[in-house]
């Protein structure tokens, strides 16, 4: 069975620039959650979607924006790229939203801003 | 706010011993207690998790160690081998969401 997949796996923009990352969940997992791990952190929580249907945002400035396609599919945007946005974006998929079912996270995507 | 401190930063073993990472955490809702290793480059995967309604939970060299009154809870790796070294991760979500909320990181180092 395919894992969670994310692409693209590494990633250069520049300040100012918009980037947008996918990620597709282990099939029949209808939740994903996108968290930001800065090297050397833990990471951080984004947003969750399930059913299509945005159930959390972290703390994170409205340039962040993400969601969820009909085949549970997620999109995670970032708008007006800062240097500090540089991390890896993690994407974590579980079989049932709202009850803290276990999470299984892609391979990341590494995004650096130059 | 940090409301899951993980303890210590950095941790060297030789192999065949005990690792030991603690986490403490604040608050009372949550219920939900996974651990995380992470390698260099990768994505954290799941090693074992537990539920605030047990105090142990062992899956293979693996051991969860659960106080609820301390609000504390700590991973055992028995039999520490150099493929263990890693960064690892503890992590806690409240009732009814997938939010987690995790630690700072252990970088355990495992040597021959």
């Known amino acids: 069975d395919a894992g969670v997949t994310q692409s693209p796996t590494h990633l250069i923009k520049t300040r100012g620039q918009q980037v947008t990352l996918r990620c597709s969940p282990i099939s029949g997992h209808k939740s994903v959650s996108w968290y930001q791990q800065v090297l050397g952190q833990g990471p951080q929580f984004i947003f969750q979607y399930y059913e299509k249907e945005e159930r959390g945002r972290g703390n994170f400035p409205d340039r962040f924006s993400a969601r969820q396609f009909p085949n549970y599919s997620s999109e995670l945007n970032v708008n007006a790229l800062l240097l500090g946005d540089s991390a890896l974006y993690l994407c974590?998929?579980?079989?049932?939203?709202?009850?803290?079912?276990?999470?299984?996270f892609g391979q990341g995507t590494r995004l650096t801003v130059v | 706010q940090q409301q899951v401190k993980q303890s210590p930063q950095s941790l060297i073993v030789q192999k065949g011993g005990i690792s030991i990472i603690n986490c403490a955490y604040e608050n009372t809702a949550f219920d939900y207690f996974p651990w995380y290793q992470q390698f260099p480059g990768k994505g954290p995967a799941l090693l074992i998790a537990?539920?605030?309604?047990?105090s142990e939970k062992k899956e293979g060299r693996f051991t969860i160690s659960f106080n609820k009154s301390a609000k504390q809870f700590s991973l055992h790796i028995m039999d520490s081998q150099p493929g263990d070294s890693a960064t690892y991760f503890c992590a806690a979500s409240k009732v009814n969401t997938d939010k987690l909320i995790f630690g700072t990181g252990t970088r355990l180092q495992v040597f021959p």
């Open positions: 537990i539920r605030p309604d047990v």
């Open positions: 974590a998929s579980s079989f049932a939203g709202q009850l803290n079912t276990e999470a299984f």
